[in-house]
């Protein structure tokens, strides 16, 4: 990889951090669903949930009303680890 294409996909990446929180933020979960390839993963160790694929995320997100009365979302930069095709941020 070139430093181009390293620096190219930083940016990527920190757009997308950007709409993942913003779509978290506005509970507007279709949007954070379409985030998603349909073998990604969205992993919530702390409450604790791994939802599966976009229509798991869609589904979730239709319960939370019921027992979330305020969500805050924030991120942070972070690192951003890009190794061969993949990218990685450690769990804090």
Do not use: K
Request: hydrophobic fraction near 40%; glycine fraction near 8%; charged fraction near 30%.
């Amino acid at each position: 990889m070139n430093d181009f294409q390293a620096i190219a996909d930083r940016v990527e990446i920190e757009a997308l951090r950007g709409e993942f929180t913003d779509a978290a933020m506005m509970r507007d979960y279709d949007r954070l669903a379409s985030l998603f390839t349909p073998d990604g993963v969205l992993r919530m160790p702390d409450i604790p949930a791994e939802l599966a694929g976009p229509e798991e995320i869609r589904a979730w997100g239709r319960r939370v009303p019921g027992f979330v009365e305020f969500l805050v979302q924030t991120t942070h930069p972070g690192v951003i680890r890009i190794e061969g095709s993949g990218t990685t941020t450690p769990r804090r």
